[in-house]
């Protein structure tokens, strides 16, 4: 999967869950970030708990951007820690729809 540039609606939304980059969306060795969860599950996050408060943060309609994203293979769901991924259903499912979830589990070819 190739990294995109982010939108301006990317960068709000990575700024949301990660407000300890201060704006920034580059890693620590200065390459953009190609997606965005996958840096907050991996790089910023304690605990899939704290992954789960940071989902929270987002209204549904972002988070059904990113949802979209991912079906257009412009976010990577499959690379989080495998306890994010559990968060990222369930909140799905709470935020917008078990459709939703049975959609993107599809794409994603997650049983």
């Known amino acids: 999967m190739a990294g995109r540039e982010f939108s301006e609606k990317d960068i709000e939304i990575f700024n949301k869950l990660a407000p ?15 997606f965005i969860l996958r840096p907050i599950s991996h790089k910023f996050v304690e605990s899939s708990e704290d992954f789960k408060q940071r989902i929270d943060r987002l209204t549904s309609e972002e988070l059904d951007y990113l ?3 991912a079906l257009d293979n412009k976010e990577d769901i499959r690379s989080l820690e ?9 909140m799905i499912s709470q935020k917008l729809s078990d459709e939703r979830v049975k959609q993107l589990k599809q794409h994603l070819g997650i049983v």
């Open 82 to 90: 495998p306890g994010d991924i559990d968060v990222l259903m369930d």
């Open 20 to 34: 300890e980059a201060e704006g920034s969306v580059t890693s620590e060795w200065g390459h953009t970030y190609p």
């Open 67 to 69: 949802v979209e994203l």
